[in-house]
């Protein structure tokens, strides 16, 4: 009877104390692309510093795996893709709510932990001493696309199939390089100029002429439709703060020109 | 099927053998000790055979990355010595492997061999059989059920390797990509058929493969003296 008691006291309490916790605050999650890792969640420092209450959260991945899961109901708010068109095809399929909109350009670049290696000419490398070559998988990846693409641009492609892994996201080969397992490879210029990657080795900027824009975008989610955060949060990426960080990762950003 | 599909196929099956065969031949001898020794330092071995069935194989694979690379302590010393490292190599999915299936093959053998009792171990050996032989035609026949469960089951898990493979393989076709990564990039390419195609075909073939393996357990079963 104790507990009884115990439990109707607790019942009591939660009803009295709802209203005033923090019960206006939103919630956010958002599902975004693999080379957002280290910008997006200074992005989303510049948002919270607002709003101390609302939950925001991202998870990272490919863009390929979120455009599936959210094409069979993942509870995500907002996915910012890697590749424009993944977005777009959602909102074909009238799965977002509002249109996709851009929000940057993205970069590849040559990485290894050996300078001597990521000094290389892309044309060169069949030729150097790397045994293996890691690029995201172009598959599903578009950064593996991308990096496919600037190979091929160069006529190296075929020499250096047998050497190539790949990495489930740009991250993931990130990883690949940064433990010493692959000798080099072409990763996200913003994954290098994070904190945690810069001084590692060393990278060289592709050329973009060699492969095709990664024109990268957002939409906000169907089951978002009535989350003001979702909106908020959008409007945000075009505030300045967002931008400043956006530029800082090497992310070319819609109406400014790249280096 | 693709050409592609097919390579990984035979890559998984091959990965697959291969380690059963090494877990047969390391397995068996740990399994025999375990159900034999009185020594207390066999309970520290046999959760440490047991790991991998409690780790995520995230966990197995980011270590055997760090370690197969060139500057782990098992790629770093092949290096030393003029030998290539075993990240995304075939050699180093077998490594993985045998490790991530370890105790699908022991404990099954462990609980067969401690079935199989002392008196038919030492009925054997009044009757002058030496040790090897005791184990061959005493202990192996009486053990079999234990042998099929135990290489099915390690084969089957190989097969159903995911995790560590993504992090140690690096999905290189013919040598490190399998079935089960096939499938993971057939549906993140949205190619739903062949993801279809793959995945049905796994679970029928599992399914089939545990389904035979039970048949002939309960056929097998063996009557104890």
């Known amino acids: 009877m104790k507990l009884l008691r115990k439990l109707k006291r607790l019942a009591f309490a939660i009803l009295v104390m709802a209203p005033f916790s923090p019960a206006m605050a939103g919630s956010l999650t958002i599902a975004a692309a693999a080379d957002l890792k280290f910008a997006m969640t200074e992005v989303v420092d510049t948002f919270r510093a607002a709003r101390p209450d609302d939950k925001i959260e991202v998870i990272y991945g490919s863009s390929g795996k979120f455009f599936t899961q959210i094409k069979n109901g993942a509870p995500f708010d907002m996915y910012f893709s890697a590749d424009i068109e993944y977005p777009r095809k959602l909102e074909k399929e009238g799965l977002t709510a509002g249109s996709t909109r851009p929000y940057a350009v993205g970069r590849i670049v040559l990485w290894s932990l050996k300078p001597e290696l990521a000094k290389m000419a892309l044309k060169d490398l069949p030729n150097s001493s790397i045994r293996k070559f890691a690029i995201a998988n172009p598959q599903h990846a578009p950064y593996g696309l991308r990096g496919k693409e600037a190979l091929q641009h160069q006529g190296v492609w075929t020499a250096m199939e047998p050497r190539l892994v790949m990495g489930e996201n740009i991250a993931h080969t990130a990883q690949f390089i940064d433990t010493g397992a692959a000798d080099a490879g072409i990763v996200a210029l913003a994954l290098v100029l994070s904190p945690t990657m810069q001084g590692k080795g060393a990278w060289t900027l592709i050329p973009d002429a060699w492969h095709e824009p990664l024109e990268q975008g957002f939409a906000i989610t169907q089951r978002a439709a009535g989350n003001p955060l979702a909106k908020d949060f959008a409007n945000h990426m075009a505030s300045e703060p967002a931008r400043a960080v956006m530029r800082r990762y090497g992310f070319v950003l819609p109406g400014e020109k790249g280096k | ?225």
Not at chain 2, 94 to 108: D, G, K, N, R, W
Not at chain 2, 178 to 188: G, K, M, R, W
């Open chain 2, 1 to 225: 099927m693709s050409s592609a599909d097919w390579m990984a196929l035979t890559t998984t099956l091959k990965l697959s053998a291969v380690t059963t065969i090494v877990l047969l031949i390391l397995g068996t001898p740990i399994a025999w000790w375990l159900a034999r020794t009185k020594n207390k330092v066999s309970v520290v071995v046999e959760a440490v055979v047991a790991l991998p069935l409690v780790l995520p194989p995230t966990v197995l694979g980011f270590y055997m990355l760090v370690a197969l690379g060139p500057n782990g302590p098992i790629g770093g010393t092949l290096e030393s010595l003029g030998l290539h490292h075993l990240a995304f190599t075939f050699t180093g999915l077998v490594l993985a492997s045998t490790l991530y299936s370890l105790p699908f093959m022991v404990q099954p053998l462990k609980d067969a061999f401690a079935a199989v009792g002392d008196r038919m171990i030492e009925v054997a050996a009044t009757l002058r059989a030496r040790p090897w032989d005791r184990f061959f035609s005493v202990v192996v026949p009486l053990s079999r059920r234990g042998f099929l469960t135990a290489i099915t089951l390690t084969f089957a898990h190989t097969v159903g390797e995911f995790g560590v493979v993504l992090m140690v393989g690096g999905n290189i076709p013919g040598e490190t990509r399998v079935l089960s990564i096939a499938i993971y990039d057939h549906a993140e390419a949205m190619d739903y058929a062949s993801a279809h195609l793959l995945a049905g075909g796994l679970l029928v073939a599992s399914f089939l493969l545990l389904f035979t393996v039970y048949l002939l357990n309960r056929r097998y079963t063996v009557v104890h003296p």
